[in-house]
């Protein structure tokens, strides 16, 4: 069976996800929805999808389509969830799966209704660098005592990750921490317990905070520190650092490292070392085998309780 995706959301990650999709077999998008249509045709032509929209429903409509992909804009995260599952198709939507904590609690609910496939975008949880630390905690050789985490851009202007310019305003807490907080959760296998949560000054324009500070603390008694910016002017990127009870890693996008900088080869880890097309395979796999899959929109909305938590802690000053 060809499982046919629409994918929702033409720039920087929704052709991330493109690439990823031509490597699984088995897998045809069919429909390409972008809010300006010119630009969809340009994507839909070189990768040979015939349907091209700029409405969601349109795509919905096609009876053929049997699951979505969302790599909107993140206010429209959990709303398009939503229509997806009504309109009785699987989902994977972007991270994150929302910005206000009674919207992802309706996605959840929705899905469970549903027993459709809906899933979030938690790349980490795939990454080979991560899926190696991870196996090692699951076989008992390694216990995370503290995650030191940098998430570092550059960023004083709307642009997004092809310098183009954004429709929409990037979220340091609901979006770039989303990562690290659900990562924490997920690595030391226990739920987090404390969060707290410091920012610098709100930009002029922007709106939002450019600077932040997390402290976390899981249930077992691991501690996660994470910093985020986007004021830091390189090297840019999310950095990892496991640090534990019978060794150091340091991970650094798909590249891991011992704590004496001795490079670890992840490359057997999985089937590939593109954790989109990872994140991608588990997604049609779960469809394939009626299963829950992992970052399944019920086990990412911990991560959104904290993020909730966060916010408020932040809005009280």
């Given amino acids: 069976m060809t499982i046919k995706v629409a994918l929702a959301g033409a720039g920087a990650f929704g052709i991330k996800h493109l690439d990823g999709i031509k490597n699984i077999p088995d897998v045809e998008v069919v429909s390409l929805i972008s809010r300006d249509l010119a630009k969809t045709q340009e994507v839909a032509d070189k990768y040979g999808i015939k349907h091209v929209t700029t409405d969601l429903a349109d795509s919905l409509a096609i009876k053929e389509v049997d699951a979505v992909i969302l790599c909107t804009p993140t206010q429209m995260h959990a709303?398009?969830?939503?229509?997806?599952?009504?309109?009785?198709?699987?989902?994977?939507?972007?991270?994150?799966?929302?910005?206000?904590?009674?919207?992802?609690?309706?996605?959840?609910?929705?899905?469970?209704?549903?027993?459709?496939?809906?899933?979030?975008?938690?790349?980490?949880?795939?990454?080979?660098?991560?899926?190696?630390?991870?196996?090692?905690?699951?076989?008992?050789?390694?216990?995370?005592?503290?995650?030191?985490?940098?998430?570092?851009?550059?960023?004083?202007?709307?642009?997004?990750?092809?310098?183009?310019?954004?429709?929409?305003?990037?979220?340091?807490?609901?979006?770039?921490?989303?990562?690290?907080?659900?990562?924490?959760?997920?690595?030391?296998?226990?739920?987090?317990?404390?969060?707290?949560?410091?920012?610098?000054?709100?930009?002029?324009?922007?709106?939002?905070?450019?600077?932040?500070?997390?402290?976390?603390?899981?249930?077992?008694?691991?501690?996660?520190?994470?910093?985020?910016s986007f004021n830091n002017d390189g090297p840019l990127g999310t950095f990892f650092r496991y640090i534990g009870d019978t060794a150091t890693y340091i991970a650094r996008y798909d590249d891991l490292v011992n704590g004496k900088e001795e490079k670890i080869d992840v490359s057997k880890v999985d089937v590939s070392m593109n954790g989109i097309e990872l994140q991608d395979r588990e997604f049609f796999a779960a469809i394939k085998e009626g299963r829950e899959p992992n970052a399944s929109v019920a086990q990412v909305l911990p991560c959104y309780q904290v993020l909730h938590n966060l916010e408020q802690q932040l809005n009280a000053g």
């Fill in 79 to 228: 709303s398009q969830t939503i229509a997806c599952l009504e309109a009785g198709k699987h989902v994977q939507v972007e991270i994150p799966l929302c910005d206000v904590l009674a919207d992802g609690e309706k996605v959840v609910a929705l899905q469970k209704q549903t027993g459709l496939v809906a899933m979030c975008g938690h790349t980490r949880r795939f990454n080979p660098s991560h899926q190696y630390v991870h196996k090692k905690i699951t076989a008992g050789e390694f216990n995370i005592q503290q995650m030191d985490v940098q998430t570092y851009f550059f960023r004083r202007t709307n642009m997004n990750a092809l310098g183009q310019p954004r429709s929409w305003t990037d979220h340091l807490l609901w979006h770039h921490a989303a990562h690290t907080v659900d990562l924490f959760a997920y690595q030391a296998g226990s739920p987090i317990v404390k969060a707290n949560a410091i920012q610098g000054p709100i930009h002029k324009d922007l709106g939002i905070a450019m600077d932040m500070s997390i402290q976390l603390q899981a249930a077992n008694g691991a501690i996660c520190t994470l910093s985020l």
